[in-house]
């Protein structure tokens, strides 16, 4: 059995200051992807506001507990290396987004797109297929939500719900619908501005390319 030694050492390093911001309110500012800072020279932020988080507990609380889920069922199915490429991958997609946009903020969630975009695409399972792409209809739900108001949560919701059928009815769905999920909310999230798009395209990439060389490599070698 596979022990999630890249998933629990992430998120140790992600959950500690995680937690530390709520009791140093200067950290996560200090921290956070800052695009004047970033061009100012602070180029560190773009590490350093992937182990903060500008969502509040509700916020934090959803990418720890992503990390954990998505980490745990990539680093099952992929190995340590390729969780390490996929999480990088998502991570470097989402950062350069995030500073191309200019848009600053912090969280970990840009590097779990790049887990689910492999879940979805490298993975075999349905299970893991599944929750790929419920992950990227999350993040759809969270995008496509009234801004305030009693009426976000209900759109959040009930997205989140049809997104969930994806995961309850994986069993009767064809291996091509999970991908196609995940490509569908990266374009839209891009063509919104929403750095999770670019993540997830990215993190897309990374997992199409580590697929096919799988393949490669595991291609049997003729014989003169």
């Known amino acids: 059995?596979?022990?999630?030694?890249?998933?629990?050492?992430?998120?140790?390093?992600?959950?500690?200051?995680?937690?530390?911001?709520?009791?140093?309110?200067?950290?996560?500012?200090?921290?956070?992807?800052?695009?004047?800072?970033?061009?100012?020279?602070?180029?560190?932020?773009?590490v350093t506001s992937l182990v903060v988080q500008d969502g509040g507990v509700l916020g934090t609380l959803?990418?720890?507990?992503?990390?954990a889920v998505l980490g745990y069922l990539a680093e099952r199915s992929l190995g340590p290396a390729r969780w390490l490429i996929l999480y990088a991958a998502g991570a470097v997609a989402g950062q350069a987004a995030g500073y191309l946009f200019n848009d600053p903020g912090?969280?970990?969630?840009?590097?779990?797109?790049?887990?689910?975009?492999?879940l979805a695409l490298a993975c075999e399972g349905s299970l893991e297929r599944s929750?790929?792409?419920?992950?990227?209809?999350?993040?759809?739900?969270?995008?496509l939500a009234p801004s305030d108001g009693t009426w976000s949560w209900v759109v959040t919701v009930a997205l989140a719900l049809?997104?969930?059928?994806?995961?309850?009815?994986?069993?009767?769905?064809?291996v091509w619908v999970f991908p196609v999920v995940l490509a569908v909310v990266g374009v839209m999230l891009a063509a919104l501005a929403d750095l999770h798009g670019v993540a997830l395209l990215g993190g897309m990439i990374a997992a199409w390319a580590l697929t096919g060389k799988s393949r490669s490599t595991s291609r049997p070698t003729s014989l003169a």
């Not at 959803?62 to 990390?67: E, G, K, S, T």
């Not at 912090?106 to 492999?118: D, V, Y």
């Not at 929750?131 to 995008?143: C, H, K, P, Q, T």
Request: charged fraction near 10%.
């Open 1 to 46: 059995m596979v022990k999630p030694i890249a998933t629990a050492t992430v998120f140790v390093v992600t959950a500690v200051p995680s937690a530390l911001q709520f009791f140093l309110p200067g950290l996560e500012p200090a921290l956070m992807r800052d695009p004047a800072a970033i061009d100012a020279g602070q180029w560190w932020r773009l």
């Open 106 to 118: 912090a969280g970990n969630s840009i590097a779990l797109c790049g887990l689910a975009a492999g």
């Open 131 to 143: 929750v790929g792409s419920f992950y990227a209809v999350m993040l759809g739900a969270s995008a």
């Open 162 to 174: 049809a997104g969930f059928q994806l995961v309850v009815h994986r069993e009767r769905l064809p």
């Open 62 to 67: 959803f990418n720890l507990a992503f990390l």
